[in-house]
């Protein structure tokens, strides 16, 4: 095991356990204990969100329609999301792994990264005192946050292996992975419960005769270079598999995007552009919380049938208001086919906002639509995302209303 990475492990993988499940039985002391899902619109057709353990054990499954998993569970109490109470326990699980290191990533609302390499002073921490800390961090969430919330902690020496670490005994349980234990581990896994293993990569593996995570370890780094992965992603999964870093890379964002499932499928053209005004100021608010504008907008539409329809349109100069997206947006709409079942909208070459760069000719105009833009943001920053709003979608918040967000954290 010369190859494998022997430091001390100083990386924590922290996983909130059924997060939106659990935050709604810690809000409602009565679904304790029993079988809760979440979803997004409670229709018998729509797909679960997640569920709590007891549900699981149930045989419920996050993706499984609410009908199907009725069947499965009748007493199953079916619970809209709520992103507020999610972006509350967000931000406390957050700042209780800020008291532990400055060094912290979260990867989604529910899970987060804390790396101890820069420990305060120059302090040199042992495997234990890692330990200790994730049994801290497991206690405080308990004790600030509910009762009903747990997580679970995996420590390893890279991300890969702590993100296992801290899925093999849920909920709540706390793992380390080091070179002593990797083989047992590894040993009790398939190969698609790694990270990044889906049924394509484990067909790539099971064409070269790697059917399980020990003979996926035990591969040369050629053979995963030159015959599985035939790129550099075959040297990556060489070191992440023996506890190598590979994956601490920040990725630069492409585009900011919403989509909208309709409420009806008998909406006039008109409310259909009402929606699309609402998601144009709503990727309009995500891209300035992100100090970015844009050059481009692209449309989409999907019909009943299933038909895919799309247009886009690059313009000369970047543009960062919600009416500015909107309008090109609407521009592009009118080109769109009948019998829509979701529409979508991105704005991508973004770039960083700042004041410079303007045509002096345009000085006076830009001026004001950045003093009215920064004002309404400022309002909406403090009293809520949609406090001032255009007049047209002012009644469209109860059809379209914000989904959990998943994957980046960026606008929370």
Excluded at 24 to 51: D, F
Excluded at 133 to 150: F, N, P, S, T
Excluded at 220 to 243: A, M, N, Q
Aim: charged share 25%; aromatic share 8%.
């Amino acid at each position: 095991m010369s190859d494998h990475n022997h430091e001390t492990p100083l990386v924590m993988h922290i996983d909130l356990n059924s997060c939106f499940a659990s935050v709604e039985q810690q809000s409602r002391p009565l679904l304790r204990g029993r079988p809760v899902a979440i979803v997004n619109r409670a229709t018998e057709h729509t797909a679960l969100v997640t569920a709590s353990y007891e549900a699981k054990a149930l045989g419920v499954q996050p993706l499984m329609r609410l009908r199907d998993a009725k069947r499965l569970a009748p007493d199953l109490v079916a619970i809209e999301s709520d992103p507020a109470k999610y972006k509350f326990v967000y931000r406390k699980l957050l700042a209780i792994m800020q008291d532990y290191s400055a060094h912290v990533t979260m990867k989604s609302i529910d899970e987060g990264i804390i790396d101890f390499h820069h420990a305060a002073q120059g302090q040199t921490l042992s495997k234990t005192e890692v330990e200790a800390m994730g049994r801290a961090i497991k206690q405080r969430l308990r004790d600030e946050v509910g009762v009903a919330m747990r997580c679970n902690v995996g420590i390893a020496t890279n991300r890969f292996l702590a993100k296992t670490a801290a899925s093999l005994h849920k909920p709540d349980g706390l793992d380390s992975i080091t070179p002593d234990n990797l083989h047992e581990v590894f040993g009790a896994l398939k190969l698609t419960d790694l990270t990044g293993i889906a049924h394509r990569n484990e067909a790539r593996l099971n064409a070269v005769g790697i059917y399980t995570p020990l003979e996926f370890l035990a591969a040369s780094e050629e053979t995963l270079r030159r015959v599985v992965f035939k790129s550099i992603d075959g040297t990556k999964w060489y070191k992440r598999l023996r506890g190598w870093e590979v994956d601490d890379v920040e990725t630069k964002l492409g585009r900011v995007g919403r989509q909208y499932v309709l409420d009806r499928f008998d909406l006039s053209d008109d409310e259909i552009l009402q929606r699309l005004h609402h998601l144009s100021e709503s990727v309009g608010w995500r891209m300035r919380k992100q100090h970015l504008r844009a050059r481009g907008v692209y449309v989409y539409a999907r019909t009943k049938e299933r038909q895919y329809w799309h247009a886009c349109q690059l313009r000369p100069l970047p543009f960062f208001s919600n009416q500015a997206i909107y309008e090109i947006a609407k521009q592009l709409f009118a080109g769109a086919p009948g019998g829509i079942r979701e529409i979508g909208i991105h704005c991508y070459e973004l770039s960083r906002d700042t004041d410079s760069g303007q045509l002096s000719l345009f000085a006076d105009e830009l001026m004001r639509e950045r003093a009215m833009v920064t004002a309404t943001d400022s309002i909406n920053e403090r009293y809520g995302e949609r406090t001032i709003v255009s007049a047209d979608t002012i009644d469209t918040g109860i059809y379209v209303s914000q989904k959990i967000p998943f994957g980046s954290t960026r606008y929370l």
